[in-house]
Nanobody, 124 residues
C-alpha cells in the first residue's frame, strides 16, 4: 500500500517547538519533492515548505521563514518539519505530500501522494 503517514503533532505552548515526521511506505521518496502543507479551521490549505528530492533546495512560506526547517533522510524514507517559536496562528492540520518534481517545487494541485494529516495546536 502506497502511503504517507505524518506524526509528531500535538498541543504546544506559544514559543514552543515540535518536529513533524512524514514516513513513506510502499514507495521510495528518493525521486520526489516533499511538501508540507497546512489547513487551519475555516481557512484554505496553504503551502508551508518544500524540499527537493536530493534535499539540496528548499523553500518556505514567508509566515514560517526563520522558524521552520524542512529536511529529509532518504535512507529512512522520511521527511521532517522542525517547527520552532510556534505561534497560535500556526495551529492547523499539517499534511505532507510527495510529487515528482525537480527542485523545490510542490504545487498542491499536482502532488501524487498525501498523508492524512497531523494536528498541531499552539495554545497556552
Amino acid at each position: 500500500q502506497l502511503q504517507l503517514v505524518e506524526s509528531g503533532g500535538g498541543l504546544v505552548q506559544p514559543g514552543g517547538s515540535l518536529r513533524l515526521s512524514c514516513a513513506a511506505s510502499g514507495f521510495t521518496l528518493d525521486y520526489y519533492a516533499i511538501g508540507w502543507f497546512r489547513q487551519a479551521p475555516g481557512k484554505e490549505r496553504e503551502g508551508v515548505s518544500c524540499i527537493s528530492s536530493s534535499g539540496g533546495s528548499t523553500n518556505y512560506a514567508d509566515s514560517v521563514k526563520g522558524r521552520f526547517t524542512i529536511s529529509r533522510d532518504n535512507a529512512k524514507n522520511t521527511a521532517y518539519l522542525q517547527m520552532n517559536s510556534l505561534k497560535p496562528e500556526d495551529t492547523a492540520v499539517y499534511y505532507c505530500a510527495a510529487g515528482p518534481f525537480q527542485g523545490n517545487v510542490c504545487p498542491d494541485y499536482d502532488m501524487d501522494y498525501w498523508g492524512k494529516g497531523t494536528l498541531v495546536t499552539v495554545s497556552s
